[in-house]
């Protein structure tokens, strides 16, 4: 049973990143395109959450983590260039 909810919650996630790049394309402003990237990375680390544990493999967590954390500072990165121009 549990692994019939994770399967169906990783399919959501692949459809809700192409969702999200569909907007990233389409998106009419640099703003939208900025969250639709971030909710992109958002969805990519659940799926690297996914794959550590159908993988059995801790590490993929840390790499997870990682990722995390370049993603946010990239997204306060862009806040600040769309907010001030520079």
Do not use: C, K
């Amino acid at each position: 049973m549990a692994n019939i909810i994770y399967n169906t919650a990783a399919i959501i996630t692949l459809v809700s990143i192409g969702i999200a790049f569909i907007r990233m394309i389409i998106g009419p402003t640099v703003a939208d395109r900025a969250v639709a990237l971030d909710v992109m990375t958002i969805n990519a680390i659940s799926l690297i959450v996914f794959i550590a544990y159908y993988s059995n493999r801790i590490i993929y967590l840390d790499i997870a983590m990682v990722y995390a954390l370049i993603s946010f500072v990239g997204v306060v990165a862009i806040a600040r260039y769309l907010e001030r121009g520079i």
